[in-house]
């Protein structure tokens, strides 16, 4: 009875000391870095090393660390900062043909109507005939020009024959100039002729000739038929070409100072968003409301049909030498505005102060100089990466 408190309090302390052993050792690991932890074996020592080589370069603040192949399977797309600022005007539009794009073919001169060689819908080429007409008054051009070219002929000749008879001395020198100038009065006669019935179509001496198209595109009206009579400068036949389209714009008279050919816009379409150069400004263009029109082409594909709605954004009162970048370039990281700037490695995030937005486009008031190359479309992934590895630093 008296030995039994002596064996509990030795079991007592050897529990105690081994506590004390346990929480030494404990508190020897959570102290030690990894470098000084023991490995299991040699391999899982070379995956903790680069583990940390990974991590003492993700060290350092606001950098990403991504790849070539990385970036471009992000979709994450790499620009140049432009020059630019401003603030932005809204106009609205429409997709009409252009100037050169539509072409009411009339006939030169009146004529019956033999054969229709078109009809409404059917696309044709420059030059292609639309029509054949019988004319008296192309037989009259015809046969006028056959005539001059005759006449000039025959005066040409004689020039030349009295020439050869002044060189042996059988007639004056006075006779050849006069054969000289009615040969020339003759070519003149006759080109004038020549240039007429060009302008009539080419009719043959049956005064036959044929209408044609002077665009490519499509017919889009005829207005006569076979046995029809065709009067001197009636529409025959009405052509578009529908490639040949663009965007006019009605904007405030005021902005014609303010815009100028090869400003962007961006315009709003029904298939979506694209952007378009202003190719001309025309102010006091509409006589009735005295407003602009702005004539603007698409910098890459195709318009929608004419007749379309469209509106646009044209960026106004642009500061030299400032500078702008896309708006999904500029990002929120702890409160800041930053950009990422490209590096040899990956991206680094660049704090900004931001100006203006204009369509798609914020101004930077400083923190770039220019020359930088930044992420634009994505750059919220680099954000939500930059997030993840502080988190995983933290930690």
């Known amino acids: 009875m008296k030995r039994t408190p002596n064996i509990n309090k030795t079991w007592l302390m050897a529990g105690v000391a081994a506590v004390v052993v346990i929480g030494g050792a404990g508190l020897y690991a959570m102290s030690r870095s990894p470098a000084e932890a023991p490995d299991a074996s040699a391999e899982g020592e070379h995956a903790e090393g680069e583990e940390g080589h990974a991590e003492e370069g993700a060290a350092e603040e606001g950098v990403v660390l991504l790849t070539e192949a990385q970036i471009a399977a992000a979709n994450i797309s790499v620009v140049a900062v432009t020059g630019g ?5 809204r106009l609205s539009g429409r997709v009409e043909p252009m100037v050169d794009a539509r ?4 006939a030169s001169v009146g004529g ?6 078109v009809a409404p819908g059917q696309s044709v080429r420059a030059g292609q005939p639309l029509a054949v007409l019988v004319s008296g008054d192309a037989a009259a051009l015809r046969a006028e020009a056959d005539a001059a070219n005759a006449s000039a002929d025959a005066a040409r000749r004689a020039y030349e024959r009295d020439r050869n008879l002044e060189e042996a001395g059988v007639v004056a020198r006075q006779e050849v100039e006069t054969s000289r100038a009615q040969s020339l009065s003759s070519d003149a006669a006759a080109r004038a002729a ?3 019935v060009s302008a009539a179509g ?4 049956s005064g ?20 029809g009579f065709a009067a001197q400068g009636g529409v025959i036949a009405e052509v578009t070409n529908p490639a040949r389209v663009e965007i006019i714009f009605a904007a405030p008279p005021a ?4 815009v100028r050919a090869g400003s962007t816009v961006r315009v709003q379409a029904p298939a979506g968003e694209f952007d378009a150069v202003v190719t001309g400004v025309a102010a006091d263009a509409s006589e009735e409301s005295g407003a602009t029109i702005i004539r603007a082409r698409p910098t890459g594909g195709g318009l929608p049909p004419a007749g379309s709605a469209v509106s646009g954004v044209v960026v106004t009162d642009q500061s030299a030498g400032g500078l702008t970048v896309p708006s999904d370039a500029v990002q929120t990281v702890e409160g800041s505005n930053v950009v990422f700037v490209r590096t040899a490695t990956g991206f680094r995030a660049a704090p900004v102060l931001v100006g203006r937005q204009a369509g798609d486009r914020t101004e930077i008031l400083s923190g770039l100089t220019g020359t930088e ?3 634009g479309t994505n750059a919220f992934l680099l954000k939500a990466e930059l997030a993840k590895g502080e988190a995983e630093h933290g930690h």
């Open 85 to 89: 600022g401003g603030s932005e005007t």
């Open 103 to 106: 072409a009411a073919v009339a």
């Open 112 to 117: 019956r109507v033999e054969r229709v060689l």
């Open 194 to 196: 020549r240039a007429r």
């Open 202 to 205: 080419s009719p043959n001496a």
């Open 208 to 227: 036959r000739l044929s209408v044609v198209s002077p665009i490519s595109g499509v017919v889009t009206s005829v207005q006569v038929g076979p046995g």
């Open 255 to 258: 902005l014609a100072a303010q």
């Open 373 to 375: 190359r930044i992420a």
